[in-house]
């Protein structure tokens, strides 16, 4: 069976998405959703994004990370459906229902109501999720965020000069963390801009991480370090976040069609597509 796909990506951040909204696509699987995804022998994406209908919203949005472990919202990929759709629509993630729109460049992406509470993390005890009183070398005093899905923020004076590639693993396998985290350490360059680097849990370091620039714009604006609308700079480009007074993530940025093609299923799904 040979299966449509679009490549694209939101500031570098890419995505191999399956369009299963009119049925035709077999069940994924996560041995199927790392075999795409891998940049030697697949497809190659961060992330793998299937469509599917939904009873909840006008389709339903799955994110399957690198290693094939599905995860709970993916803001860049969000920007990148809403391009691929062509019209405003609400979308059920795992996280929630979001509400997404193409604009001029790119798209608006209403990313519903942060999370604090320490088991909405979840973390494994219970701490305050502002100033959370632990440390990883260097990182310390973070703040953890529910944006969809977990993240940690680390502010620092200059993210370039943390070893993220060596701090970022140890961090997402914490036991503090028993669904793992995406680790994020800012540097806060303004009341309106804040420079970010992510290591996204079940990828590695990335270009861009939508999530995790709305993760780390409310925790800066709940330090009171930026006000309530910031341009988040990532490796790969920037993006609009903000926090509205009825407590709403709205992020805005690019998305990008890089090409179509199609893919036979039992090279990637093996016994998963019987």
């Not at 890419?14 to 009119?22: H, L, M, P, W």
């Not at 030697?40 to 994004?49: A, E, M, R, V």
């Amino acid at each position: 069976m040979r299966i449509s796909f679009t490549k694209m990506h939101g500031l570098g951040n890419d995505f191999v998405v399956i369009d299963g909204r009119e049925g035709g696509v077999p069940a994924m699987t996560a041995p199927a959703a790392a075999a795409l995804a891998n940049r030697t022998t697949g497809i190659g994406c961060d992330q793998l994004i299937l469509l599917e209908p939904s009873e909840a919203a006008d389709f339903r949005m799955r994110i399957f990370n690198q290693d094939g472990g599905e995860v709970e919202a993916c803001g860049n990929a969000s920007r990148a459906v809403a391009l691929l759709h062509g019209a405003p629509a609400s979308v059920e993630t795992d996280g929630g229902v979001i509400a997404l729109e193409p604009v001029l460049g790119g798209a608006r992406v209403d990313m519903g109501q942060p999370r604090f509470g320490w088991e909405d993390i979840p973390l494994a005890y219970a701490m305050d999720t502002l100033n959370m009183p632990v440390g990883w070398g260097v990182l310390e005093n973070s703040a953890a965020v529910n944006v969809g899905n977990p993240h940690v923020v680390f502010f620092v004076e200059d993210v370039d000069a943390v070893a993220l590639d060596q701090l970022g693993p140890e961090i997402e396998h914490d036991p503090l963390f028993p669904q793992r985290i995406n680790v994020n350490v800012a540097s806060v360059e303004g009341r309106d801009a804040i420079r970010l680097r992510v290591w996204e849990r079940g990828v590695g370091l990335t270009r861009a991480c939508g999530t995790g620039a709305c993760a780390t714009a409310v925790a800066a604006m709940r330090r009171g370090l930026v006000d309530r609308e910031v341009a988040v700079t990532l490796p790969g480009g920037s993006l609009m976040i903000a926090w509205s007074e009825d407590d709403r993530i709205v992020m805005t940025g690019p998305a990008t069609t890089s090409f179509t093609g199609t893919f036979e299923w039992n090279d990637y799904a093996g016994d998963a597509a019987s």
